[in-house]
């Protein structure tokens, strides 16, 4: 049971640049989210998904894209990278019935 | 948004010291979970809590569920340097979408050997 597993670890981007960040889960999950970590702003809410299919927005969705073909996968797409982008990237599978979250490694995204 | 409010943002402390964290929001919450993030990892659970009033223990991590359902409270005993890390609190509101979340900015822990 890998639990929540991310890819790459580590990238850097020329602002303009396209990419998507990897997300699966093994864990059967139906709700998964994308956050950003920055420096003294914690934990901010991307996009979420309730299921395959459902996705919406989070508190900062603007400059990303995701999808849910799958219960188990959650890309999350840099259309065209930003340097405003730069941040650790955490993807999160939920288990609702005790609304606990389990969070991958993250991806930690340089873009110059 | 609603906001968590953390504090302290970071402390250092002895060796062998106790440690008080706590989160407070101006409106209730149904959930309270903290987590503990490690240098270059993602968060994990340490405790969960579902009622008011709850006091659950892991190891020599104690968490309590305020009575007013507005905060919650991290109790660290005998601090080990393994102890360093960012404890994040985080949240569900009542009628808020299940799933998501509302989380704290951190409390940075440093602990001098």
Partial sequence: NAGVTQTPKFQVLKTGQSMTLQCAQDMNHEYMSWYRQDPGMGLRLIHYSVGAGITDQGEVPNGYNVSRSTTEDFPLRLLSAAPSQTSVYFCASTQLSTDTQYFGPGTRLTVL | ?113
């Avoid at chain 2, 979408?97 to 050997?113: A, E, H, R, Y």
Wanted: neutral net charge.
């Fill in chain 2, 1 to 113: 948004g609603q906001q968590l409010n953390q504090s302290p943002q970071s402390m250092f402390i002895q060796e062998g010291e106790d440690v008080s964290m706590n989160c407070t929001s101006s409106s209730i919450f149904n959930t309270w979970l903290w987590y503990k993030q490690d240098p270059g990892e993602g968060p994990v659970l340490l405790i969960a809590l579902y009622k008011a009033g709850e006091l659950t223990s892991n190891g020599r991590l104690t968490a309590q569920f305020g009575i007013t359902r507005k905060d919650s409270f991290l109790n660290i005993s005998a601090s080990i340097p393994s102890d360093v890390g960012i404890y994040f609190c985080a949240g569900r509101q009542p009628g808020g979408s299940q799933g998501n979340l509302i989380f704290g900015k951190g409390t940075k822990l440093s602990v001098k050997p």
